[in-house]
């Protein structure tokens, strides 16, 4: 361990550019005085980038394996170089320290941190599985956290597998839950896990007054939804497709469209379905990686919608806390998200 200190966000490791951005960081475990140093057990690839690598590797597990290890490799950090993401590491602590804040943290606690695998410096010993479904790799190696991140412990009435995938996207149904009102209209775009959490954080929030209503293309992962009994409806539709998602959301509206919209899609190309879908003054919430913020910005502009949008962040305050309690409220939900890390 060296006996200094590094620049909180991590530039240290980065030639004195912020690490998320950098072309390639430092990823030696040897550490400074104010960062932890983990033994990695498994990766939890966000699905954007998970789905990118998949296609690439024409659905070969090994081939997704082969192809981390080389990112990592050239990288120093598992930052997907087409989708620009990442997802979250866990393992245990080997090395805190002195001026590292996180005080609680004792040696060979079980941690899943809430920050991008696209900043984290990484090596990675071996791969030994990749579940493609489920998006998590477990290997083994050395991860590396900044005095700035937040640390997330694995509580004791999760299973890990299901812990980790609720950090992942615990974001959403925080930021989701704290920007709704009473008796606002909502859709949610995708019916994945992020999907199936903030709809049930969103329902929180709005009440039995307020409307939402689901959207994917995929029927299976609709009857999940509505398995939660919190949507008003489900609808199936492609949402590359910006012109027929907005007449069904005209239909499922009755025409003023939606007051909010979420959208956890992780394909590309469902910015102007999403956009086209919420109301003139209404706001719009992509938490999806997927997501060209360039071409969100510039079809709203096209479209004459005045629209606030927020960029999804992965970490929100109190986003862990709130993720674990979203889905101790919810027994449906938990079964849902269960039966995902089976």
């Known amino acids: 361990?060296?006996?200094?200190?590094?620049?909180?966000?991590?530039?240290?490791?980065?030639?004195?550019?912020?690490?998320?951005?950098?072309?390639?960081?430092?990823?030696?475990?040897?550490?400074?005085?104010?960062?932890?140093?983990?033994?990695?057990?498994?990766?939890?690839?966000?699905?954007?980038?998970?789905?990118?690598?998949?296609?690439?590797?024409?659905?070969?597990?090994?081939?997704?394996?082969?192809?981390?290890?080389?990112?990592?490799?050239?990288?120093g950090k598992m930052h997907n170089p087409v989708t620009g993401s990442g997802g979250v590491?866990?393992?245990?602590?080997?090395?805190?320290?002195?001026?590292?804040?996180?005080?609680?943290?004792?040696?060979?606690?079980?941690?899943?941190?809430?920050?991008?695998?696209?900043?984290?410096?990484?090596?990675?010993?071996?791969?030994?599985h990749v579940d493609i479904a489920t998006t998590q790799v477990r290997a083994s190696g050395k991860a590396v956290l900044f005095e700035s991140a937040t640390i997330g412990l694995i509580p004791e009435d999760f299973p890990v597998r299901l812990a980790v995938g609720i950090i992942d996207v615990c974001g959403a149904p925080t930021t989701v839950h704290r920007s709704l009102e009473r008796g606002q209209s909502v859709a949610i775009m995708g019916a994945g896990k992020a999907g199936l959490v903030s709809a049930v954080a969103a329902r929180a929030a709005v009440g039995p007054e307020g409307r939402i209503v689901s959207f994917d293309v995929d029927e299976k992962s609709?009857?999940?939804?509505?398995?939660?009994?919190?949507?008003?409806?489900?609808?199936?539709?492609?949402?590359?497709?910006?012109?027929?998602?907005?007449?069904?959301?005209?239909?499922?509206?009755?025409?003023?469209?939606?007051?909010?919209?979420v959208n956890v899609t992780n394909v590309g190309g469902t910015e102007v379905a999403t956009i086209l879908s919420t109301r003139q003054r209404g706001r719009i919430f992509f938490f999806g990686m997927a997501t060209s913020f360039q071409v969100a910005a510039l079809s709203a502009e096209g479209a004459g919608k005045d629209i606030d949008m927020i960029i999804?962040?992965?970490?929100?305050?109190?986003?862990?806390?709130?993720?674990?309690?979203?889905?101790?409220?919810?027994?449906?939900?938990?079964?849902?998200?269960?039966?995902?890390?089976?």
């Open 222 to 261: 609709l009857a999940e939804m509505a398995s939660l009994g919190v949507v008003d409806e489900v609808i199936v539709a492609d949402l590359t497709n910006p012109i027929e998602t907005y007449r069904l959301a005209q239909a499922a509206s009755d025409g003023r469209l939606f007051d909010f919209a």
């Open 89 to 128: 590491v866990v393992g245990r602590a080997l090395e805190i320290g002195p001026d590292h804040p996180a005080r609680y943290l004792k040696a060979g606690q079980l941690v899943c941190p809430s920050v991008s695998l696209s900043l984290m410096p990484l090596t990675l010993d071996r791969i030994e």
């Open 312 to 342: 999804g962040n992965g970490f929100a305050e109190g986003c862990i806390d709130f993720g674990f309690d979203v889905v101790r409220r919810s027994p449906a939900l938990r079964t849902c998200l269960e039966r995902k890390f089976a």
């Open 1 to 75: 361990m060296r006996s200094i200190k590094g620049c909180e966000f991590g530039s240290h490791r980065a030639n004195g550019v912020m690490p998320q951005p950098a072309r390639e960081i430092d990823a030696s475990p040897d550490i400074w005085s104010n960062e932890v140093l983990l033994e990695v057990e498994f990766l939890n690839l966000d699905s954007s980038s998970m789905r990118q690598l998949a296609s690439e590797a024409g659905g070969s597990a090994e081939k997704v394996a082969q192809r981390i290890l080389e990112i990592v490799r050239t990288r």
